[in-house]
């Protein structure tokens, strides 16, 4: 990894902006993507203001998608899970009981994040 040479020029010490202290191994790795996974979907569940218009209009993919993508993942590893199975999990209800409870059909204006 190669030094910033700034630091050396203002007398300082090498300045490195990014320094990996451990690569975590693969299972560490998947567990983290995991904990990402469930705090997206966790975040998702709380955010039912924010339509899957929205998401797909600012970010190319929407609670289906991740749905989708769930159940691919789960019959790629020979594990039998419905569409509708799929999609009960990231909406952590099933997806007409979401739809009927928080679905506008109108995409929001665009806004800062509250985050």
């Not at 690569?23 to 203001?49: G, M, W």
């Not at 929205?54 to 970010?59: F, G, I, T």
Request: hydrophobic share 35%; charged share 25%.
């Amino acid at each position: 990894m190669r030094a910033c040479g700034l630091g050396l020029a203002l007398g300082g010490r090498p300045h490195t902006p990014y320094v990996s202290l451990m690569k975590p191994d693969p299972k560490a790795q998947t567990e983290l993507e995991a904990a990402a996974f469930r705090r997206l979907v966790e975040h998702l569940r709380a955010r039912t203001d924010v339509q899957n218009l929205d998401l797909m209009n600012l970010a190319g993919f929407c609670r289906n998608c991740l749905s989708n993508w769930y159940e691919e993942a789960a019959q790629a590893k020979g594990l039998e899970v419905t569409r509708a199975e799929a999609r009960e999990h990231i909406y952590g209800m099933p997806q007409e009981e979401w739809k009927a409870k928080y679905q506008t059909g109108e995409a929001k204006p665009l806004t800062k994040p509250s985050h």
